[in-house]
Nanobody
Framework: QVQLVESGGGLVQAGGSLRLSCAASGRTFSDYHMGWFRRTPGKDREFVTAISWSGVNTYYADSVKGRFTISRDNAENSVYLQMNSLKPEDTAVYYC???????????????????WGQGTQVTVSS
């Protein structure tokens, strides 16, 4: 089992920045690719970004390219999401997720991920 705990969400004005963190525990963190998804009321979880187990490869949804940056620190068992130039449409609950490294990294499919955090709310006001 892998336990994931997100933090760093909050309320920010449009154009502002937030940095989300996801702390992992339980199994070897570097055995997992990591991803961030988000969900708004009435919608399914949406892929935001992912990073390979080594941190070498990153993947982004078109809607966040150039504004969001994913990174990880395997020594700290953590993955981060730096969000800049935030827009009201970025408002959502953000989830981190872990995907076994034996799978191809960067999947946008929810079912490809093995473990999920509880989520952290991000609200962007206009």
């Amino acid at each position: 089992q892998v336990q994931l705990v997100e933090s760093g969400g909050g309320l920010v004005q449009a154009g502002g920045s937030l940095r989300l963190s996801c702390a992992a525990s339980g199994r070897t963190f570097s055995d997992y690719h990591m991803g961030w998804f988000r969900r708004t009321p009435g919608k399914d979880r949406e892929f935001v970004t992912a990073i390979s187990w080594s941190g070498v490869n990153t993947y982004y949804a078109d809607s966040v390219k150039g504004r969001f940056t994913i990174s990880r620190d395997n020594a700290e068992n953590s993955v981060y999401l730096q969000m800049n130039s935030l827009k009201p449409e970025d408002t959502a609950v953000y989830y981190c997720a872990a995907q076994s490294h034996i799978k191809r990294p960067g999947s946008e499919r929810v079912y490809e991920y093995d473990y999920w955090g509880q989520g952290t709310q991000v609200t962007v006001s206009s």
